[in-house]
């Protein structure tokens, strides 16, 4: 699994939609439909999804995702023709109304061009659609409940798919859709390009179907982690070293009003060290080993959620499919690796309506990870100080007058104290989301 999402990117003006070199046809489509600046779902997913690599992208309902994956995956297809592929571009979507709207779409961008594409979902005649695959319609929009019964009786239509794309991944996975779409994944050509839509990442099983199904991938993250998760307070607490973060964890679960904790550590060892302590003053931990044999973990897992024990101590990697409720605080002992991890973690706690709070543990040596994952989550944590526990690292130093920080970049104010404003010029937003009335029809006849 790769991220790599740049801030910059976020701050580019934005151009239109000729920047991107489409199909001509496509080029023409949108001027005739009256889109004329692509909104930043579009701007970002655009080139990277026409260097044909897997993208997660997550942007809010109504963003525009569905020409985000449309015009790429229409633009691969128009320049590399195959007459004799089969289906080659596949797009998965939770209901029948979503495929029949993204179809529409779809006709509109191919107007004037000889490809095709073809609607496959219930309620809809059967054999038609099974036709449909035998005649090797190129594009096919679809509800996973209709494919899988096509693919029960059809030989490998999708061998040679040159795109896979699962939209609203999120609601297919509210509606029990999961499997399905696991299955639909595995009799797909392996060597293709998918593209994974989702109005949030925080979702519990957006990320382990990416891990699934794209395996190695761009993220495209479009909303705040504020957006995401309104609920969660975020803060850091800065240490001076692990002697230190023990006493701060052990005077965070002691003095925080709290359900069940989450405490997460990097290393198994780690995660082992921190338990004896915190037990010896009276905290009821334990800790969930990766290596724990099911028996064991279940019983541990049973602890934790009968209450047994309110507070549990885990690696990332045991935590994976964790689903408890009733947590409202995560401790991270040590900064995630990543921002990936980092939404893992926080993932587990204020679900719907419950609120919850996140609190890192940060040291000098994480200083430049945290403010990293910061970037990533364009969000800026609550810096909290404990004064009974006040220690001497303070974030990196000033060098006065400059703005300089040491060892660091240039900076005129510091992450802490203000939130991450993204630039985005008045008179290039105004036109963001509007439609341009359509132009009139020429037809030359
Ligand atoms: P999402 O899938 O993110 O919920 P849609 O793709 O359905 O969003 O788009 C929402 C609305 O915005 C649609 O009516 C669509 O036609 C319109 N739209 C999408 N992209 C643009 C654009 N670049 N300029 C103007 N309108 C757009
Ligand atoms: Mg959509």
């Known amino acids: ?260 904790a989450l405490v997460f550590s990097n290393s198994r060892l780690q995660a082992d060290a921190l338990c004896d302590p915190l037990r010896a003053k009276g905290v009821r931990a334990i800790v969930l080993h990766g290596e724990m044999d099911q028996k064991e973990r279940q019983r541990v897992m049973r602890l934790f959620r009968d209450g047994v024990v309110n507070v549990l101590i885990a690696t990332d990697l045991a935590a994976r499919g964790l689903d408890i409720k009733g947590i409202n605080l995560v401790i991270n002992f040590e900064v995630p690796r990543n921002g990936i991890n980092y939404i893992h973690r926080i993932g587990r706690t204020g679900r719907s309506d419950e609120t919850g709070l996140t609190i890192t543990l940060v040291k000098h040596t994480e200083w430049n990870l945290m403010a990293g994952i910061e970037r990533f989550l364009r969000q800026s944590f609550i810096r909290r100080n404990i004064k009974e526990l006040a220690g001497k690292f303070q974030g990196p130093k000033k060098l006065k007058a400059s703005g300089k920080t040491v060892g660091g970049k240039k900076k005129t104010e510091t992450k802490k104290d203000k939130p991450e404003k993204v630039k985005v010029r008045h008179r290039d937003q105004k036109n963001i989301g509007k439609r341009r009335a359509p132009k009139e029809k020429v037809t030359a006849e």
């Open 1 to 260: 699994m790769t991220e790599t999402i740049s801030p910059a990117t976020t701050e580019r003006s934005l151009t239109d939609f000729s920047s991107f070199n489409l199909h001509s046809a496509l080029e023409q489509a949108l001027v005739h439909n009256g889109f004329e600046t692509p909104t930043p779902v579009q701007q970002r997913t655009i080139p990277a999804s026409l260097t044909r690599q897997n993208l997660l992208v997550s942007a809010k309902t109504g963003s525009g995702k569905t020409l985000a994956f449309l015009l790429p995956t229409l633009h691969h297809l128009l320049v590399n023709p195959n007459y004799y592929a089969g289906t080659r571009a596949l797009v998965l979507v939770p209901t029948r109304e979503l495929a029949q709207q993204i179809f529409l779409q779809c006709q509109q961008l191919l107007e004037g061009t000889s490809l095709k594409a073809g609607l496959i979902i219930g309620g809809e005649d059967f054999k038609k659609q099974q036709n449909l695959l035998r005649k090797n319609t190129p594009v096919v929009i679809a509800t996973p409940g209709r494919v899988l019964e096509l693919l029960t009786l059809d030989t490998a239509p999708f061998e040679n798919l040159d795109t896979l794309i699962l939209d609203e991944a999120d609601r297919m996975l509210d509606m029990g859709f999961s499997e399905d779409v696991l299955t639909i994944a595995k009799q797909c050509n392996e060597n293709r390009q998918t593209l994974l839509f989702s109005a949030t990442l925080t979702h519990a099983g957006v990320l382990k179907m990416a891990d699934k199904v794209l395996k190695k991938y761009e993220l495209i993250a479009l909303n705040t982690l504020r957006d995401e998760l309104p609920n969660i307070q975020q803060q850091i607490v800065l240490a001076d070293d692990n002697a230190h973060k023990q006493q701060l964890l052990a005077w965070l679960l002691e003095n925080e009003t709290f359900e069940k």
